[in-house]
């Protein structure tokens, strides 16, 4: 052979082996006529990945249906024991992915209709030729192959998002968990700085925590609220040990350097971007309801709440814990004191929430927070890391 004649046929060839691995759909042809139903068999037959399956009503067309998993149907839209319409929409029911060819002699604008919005994928009006019905199938097999790996891309897509969703959560867990580990290492060392107060931040971001979720804290702002506790006292890391572990009183003069420490101490932590929103917690957290605290006198509502659920926690703790110039009195105790002080030192509305808990629940709170705060200083080679 020439050739040129070897080059015009190569192409063919491979021509024809794609058509051949292309997948083909699994059709099942429904129609009352038998010369009908043979004639649309026939015709797509080398279209099918299988032998084409008949039915010869809609009831029979749907026991087809139970056993075999077909890509496309062509029905007849008016049969002896049912119609079109009513296949479609039980085929529906069962399957998104299924292709529908609806043929008719007649079709009123209310079948196109209904086959539109049973979504069926076409609607054929006898006679109707080979190539129309072919090219029917083709289309509606091209459109369903995209719907399907449409379906499953997306279906990709979603497995991979969730599964990097998932890895980055654990991720930022395992970042939060590192900062509250190098937190809580440094508060201990503070505490430890002052020995008759040692666990005391701890304490207090127990105390706080309890009563904040009986008032209905906002829970958006709760980690605020618990690193304010917690840090609360990081200023006194600004005053010197002659004044912070001075065994009596201090002296006005001294008194005034003390009361810098929520100043300086909303320093630290505004230049520490994600403590930024508990520095107002921090600065606050020795002013009294009505006015007469430190270091801005703010009163009522104008103290943040965060400060004033902080309010009780500290006097808990201070009232219950040994101090350089006094010794610590039972917890007993405590109540008469928030309710001598309510409205003055006070939030009188959080007064009344602190005190329907039992004693008894604030004694487990210190004893579980004083055991964390062992954990924590038991393993400094942690914090070096």
Same mark, same amino acid.
């Given at each position: 052979m020439l050739p040129g004649k070897r080059h015009k046929r190569a192409p063919d060839r491979k021509v024809n082996a794609?058509?051949?691995?292309?997948?083909?759909?699994?059709?099942?042809?429904?129609?009352?006529?038998?010369?009908?139903?043979?004639?649309?068999?026939?015709?797509?037959?080398?279209?099918?990945?299988?032998?084409?399956?008949?039915?010869?009503?809609?009831?029979?067309?749907?026991?087809?249906?139970k056993n075999q998993d077909y890509d496309l149907i062509i029905?007849?839209?008016?049969?002896?024991?049912?119609?079109?319409?009513?296949?479609?929409?039980? $085929? #529906? +029911?069962?399957?998104?992915?299924?292709?529908?060819?609806?043929?008719?002699?007649?079709?009123?604008?209310? &079948?196109? %209709? /209904?086959?539109l919005r049973l979504q069926a994928s076409d609607f054929l009006i006898k006679p109707f030729s080979l190539a129309e019905i072919r090219d029917s199938v083709s289309r509606t097999y091209r459109h369903l192959q995209a719907q399907r790996e449409a379906r499953a891309y997306h279906g990709r897509l979603e497995t991979t998002v969730q599964r990097r969703t998932r890895d980055l959560e654990n991720a930022l867990r395992e970042v939060e968990s590192n900062y509250d580990a190098t937190l809580e290492a440094l508060v201990a060392a503070l505490d430890a700085r002052e020995h008759e107060t040692f666990s005391h931040s701890f304490r207090v971001r127990a105390?706080?925590?309890?009563? $904040? #979720? +009986?008032?209905?804290?906002?829970?958006?702002?709760?980690?605020?609220?618990?690193?304010?506790?917690?840090? &609360?006292? %990081? /200023?006194?890391?600004?005053?010197?040990?002659?004044?912070?572990?001075?065994?009596?009183?201090?002296?006005?003069?001294?008194?005034?350097?003390?009361?810098?420490?929520?100043?300086?101490?909303?320093?630290?932590?505004?230049?520490?971007?994600?403590?930024?929103?508990?520095?107002?917690?921090?600065?606050?957290?020795?002013?009294?309801?009505?006015g007469t605290g430190y270091p801005d006198g703010l009163a009522g509502e104008a103290i943040p709440l965060g400060s004033r659920v902080f309010a009780f926690a500290d006097t808990m703790d201070a009232m219950t814990s040994d101090r350089p110039y006094r010794k610590a009195v039972a917890f007993e105790a405590i109540r008469q004191e928030i309710l001598r002080c309510s409205g003055t030192q006070f939030d009188p509305h959080i007064a009344d929430a602190f005190l329907a808990i039992p004693i008894e629940r604030w004694k487990e709170l210190r004893a579980e927070a004083e055991v964390r705060d062992s954990a924590t200083t038991r393993l400094p080679e942690l914090v070096l890391v």
């Open positions: 794609s058509v051949m691995s292309k997948p083909l759909p699994k059709i099942l042809v429904v129609d009352d006529e038998p010369s009908v139903r043979e004639f649309l068999t026939r015709a797509v037959s080398h279209m099918s990945r299988d032998a084409v399956g008949e039915a010869c009503s809609a009831n029979q067309a749907c026991e087809r249906m029905s007849d839209l008016s049969m002896a024991d049912g119609n079109g319409m009513d296949l479609l929409a039980r $085929a #529906r +029911e069962d399957r998104w992915d299924i292709g529908f060819i609806l043929i008719s002699g007649y079709a009123s604008t209310d &079948h196109v %209709i /209904g086959a105390y706080a925590s309890y009563l $904040a #979720r +009986e008032i209905g804290y906002p829970p958006a702002h709760f980690p605020h609220l618990q690193h304010g506790a917690l840090l &609360h006292d %990081i /200023g006194k890391i600004a005053i010197r040990d002659s004044i912070l572990l001075k065994p009596g009183r201090l002296t006005p003069e001294e008194w005034l350097e003390m009361k810098t420490h929520p100043i300086v101490g909303e320093t630290i932590l505004n230049h520490v971007a994600f403590l930024a929103p508990a520095a107002i917690i921090v600065r606050h957290h020795h002013e009294n309801f009505d």
